[in-house]
């Protein structure tokens, strides 16, 4: 099986712009993950980052997970778990508006490092949409303007920590899924791997490597592309050993955005259904962790005379 795809964004500029992009137009068609290499962010923010969110965990959240484990019966699997994922989270929203202050626990600096680290990955996240566009042939900025709806692209972080578990085999970190939203961006513990991709019937290592950015796809940009790029389905393995961090960052559409397949993608058959990205947010809040084929059908079969936007 091919190598896992780890591109170096520094070449971009250079000399081998188009090998970089034919690598990138590589990872969407046929991977749906890739790891970014030089991505812009120092070493040493990331550095900072991943000292403030371990800080946090240990401080106000591992407490918590222990006292939900031993009062949910977890230690002593004997079955397996299919109802939970042994995890510790906590959400942030940046876009439209904020909640960063309503967070109870934050530290001052971990805030104030949070929302620069947010502002980083939406820059990035949007440059990227642009080389996905140059790769499709569509027109610059036309993903970013199919994301934007009436108040701009809904953006959030999700802080995971997985702590050792003692029966790996009974309950994964996060159990197999895709992502509902458009393109996800995870700072991941360069120490302690666990994320897999589904590719050709195999589970597939993400590697950890330190200061990389991992990018995955979610289910719009599988609409939108009317199925040249894929979302990929993916799961986090539950360790014995160590406690891995991940920090998962979600640039998705607005609320009311029209989502349909780019007219300039449909060749011979429109393969995607046209809907308002809200809708398909509340059936897949349901369905999460089934399928993603049968949420395309649903919101096929109640597709209603939606305008297009022009773009």
Not at 103 to 122: N, Q, S, T, W
Request: net charge negative.
């Amino acid at each position: 099986m091919a190598t896992f795809p780890v591109i170096n964004l520094e070449k971009l500029n250079g000399e081998e712009r188009a090998t970089i992009m034919e690598q990138i137009k590589d990872a969407c068609e046929n991977w749906g993950f890739f790891e970014l290499l030089n991505h812009g962010i120092s070493h040493e923010f990331l550095d900072t980052v991943e000292r403030l969110t371990k800080d946090h965990y240990k401080k106000c959240m591992e407490q918590r997970f222990k006292e939900l484990v031993a009062s949910k019966a977890l230690e002593g699997l004997q079955a397996e778990v299919t109802d939970m994922d042994w995890e510790s989270t906590f959400f942030l929203r940046h876009l439209p508006e904020s909640n960063m202050a309503e967070i109870p626990d934050l530290a001052h600096e971990y805030r104030k490092v949070m929302k620069e680290f947010a502002l980083k990955l939406e820059k990035l996240a949007e440059e990227l949409l642009d080389l996905f566009c140059e790769n499709l042939g569509l027109e610059k900025g036309y993903l970013k303007k199919a994301f934007h709806g009436t108040r701009g692209p809904t953006f959030g972080t999700k802080v995971s920590n997985y702590p050792p578990c003692p029966k790996p085999d009974k309950i994964k970190g996060l159990r197999a899924h895709t992502d509902a939203g458009g393109i996800i961006l995870l700072f991941q513990d360069a120490q302690v791997s666990g994320l897999q991709l589904l590719k050709d019937g195999q589970w597939v290592d993400v590697p950890p490597v330190r200061h990389s950015i991992v990018i995955n796809l979610g289910d719009q940009l599988e609409v939108i592309t009317n199925g040249k790029y894929k979302s990929v389905e993916h799961r986090v393995i539950a360790q014995t050993n160590g406690a891995r961090m991940s920090i998962a960052s979600f640039y998705n559409p607005g609320s009311d955005a029209i989502i349909h397949p780019a007219p300039a993608l449909v060749e011979n058959k429109q393969l995607y259904p046209k809907f308002v990205f809200e809708d398909y947010m509340k059936l897949y809040a349901g369905l999460k962790f089934q399928a993603k084929e049968p949420r395309f059908q649903a919101m096929k079969a109640r597709e209603t005379t939606l305008p297009i936007a022009t773009a």
